[in-house]
């Protein structure tokens, strides 16, 4: 299912988004005060800010991030444009993004009025970025546009650890951008199922049943949207388990779901639902035809064929197109 027009978050190039290249007009100094990185060094932005924060995280060519302020930073392209009088390049992350998606409530099928779309997605690092001082960033957040992406390197490596909000970036049915190279990721997307998903999606649904008590213990208060979500996760967990496949849409459990995000329900009818959809949980992980462990040679020949045709192609992902996932 493609994404709709309406839903979509504009890409038109901002001042200062994730991705972009930047001079300092300010020292950058440590924790113990002293000066890391003199007045005009170059970072990259790897996070912008978020509802009222007021900083960037900017990544620096030998590691160092550091959280500035935006008088704190200049557009390395707009600053080369007035010395040089010019055009200056610099690194488009648009460019390089191979797979992009819609997560969160939009996806899961339980959207209300107030949802946000959230977009996830996949970057191919360029061989000029990934060889630099920089080092490709492992991940890019820009929340003024709610996007984040994810180094493909790091992708298949959270994905080959059964990351929850990983597989369901694979499985997502809003799909909004995807390029050949994100095509040949989506084909392989069950190689990274495997029974692991019971530890991970299990044993985070646990842990975190266990805040929400002790919240309601200290507190006598719940965050019921939370644990709808943990509902649901345990849900798509066991489904996973079963079919092979992550069901990311609820389907009819959008309305029991969305009574527990109102607090219709209590917290005795929530918990003894989650504690039926633990036990079918484990029974589904006896019944389940999955492999013990992912299939981490096929990630890695993903990884190398996608590093060698970027690098043959000159760094620039061509024959970009949409794709309708059923």
Not at 163 to 190: A, F, H
Request: aromatic fraction near 8%; charged fraction near 25%.
């Amino acid at each position: 299912m493609e994404v709709p027009p309406s839903w979509r978050v504009s890409h038109q190039p901002h001042n200062i988004h994730a991705g972009t290249q930047i001079v300092t007009t300010v020292g950058v100094h440590g924790s113990n005060q002293a000066l890391v990185h003199p007045r005009g060094a170059v970072g990259i932005v790897t996070r912008t800010p978020c509802g009222h924060e007021t900083h960037f995280l900017v990544r620096f060519p030998d590691g160092f991030e550091a959280s500035l302020r935006r008088d704190e930073l200049e557009v390395l392209k707009h600053f080369k444009d007035r010395l040089e009088g010019g055009e200056s390049s610099g690194f488009d992350l648009e460019q390089h993004v191979i797979y992009r998606c819609v997560v969160g409530s939009r996806a899961y099928g339980l959207e209300t009025e107030e949802s946000d779309t959230d977009l996830r997605g996949v970057y191919l690092a360029p061989a000029d970025l990934h060889w630099s001082l920089y080092g490709a960033p492992e991940q890019f957040e820009d929340n003024e546009q709610q996007t984040c992406y994810w180094e493909l390197q790091k992708f298949l490596i959270m994905a080959l650890k059964a990351n929850p909000n990983i597989l369901e970036c694979l499985y997502s049915p809003l799909v909004e951008k995807v390029t050949p190279i994100g095509q040949q990721l989506l084909e392989v997307r069950d190689r990274f199922l495997s029974q692991m998903i019971f530890q991970t999606f299990n044993g985070y649904a646990l842990s975190q049943f266990k805040k929400i008590e002790q919240d309601l213990r200290n507190h006598g208060a719940v965050r019921w949207k939370h644990a709808m979500h943990l509902l649901r996760l345990l849900m798509s967990g066991a489904a996973t388990l079963r079919e092979g496949s992550v069901p990311v849409h609820v389907g009819a459990d959008r309305e029991k779901l969305l009574a527990v995000k109102r607090g219709e329900l209590t917290w005795d009818q929530v918990n003894a639902w989650r504690q039926a959809l633990h036990r079918d949980f484990e029974q589904a992980l006896v019944e389940t035809k999955l492999p013990e462990r992912p299939d981490y040679e096929a990630a890695n020949t993903l990884l190398l064929d996608a590093r060698k045709k970027s690098r043959a192609e000159g760094d620039s992902p061509s024959g970009l197109r949409k794709v309708a996932l059923d």
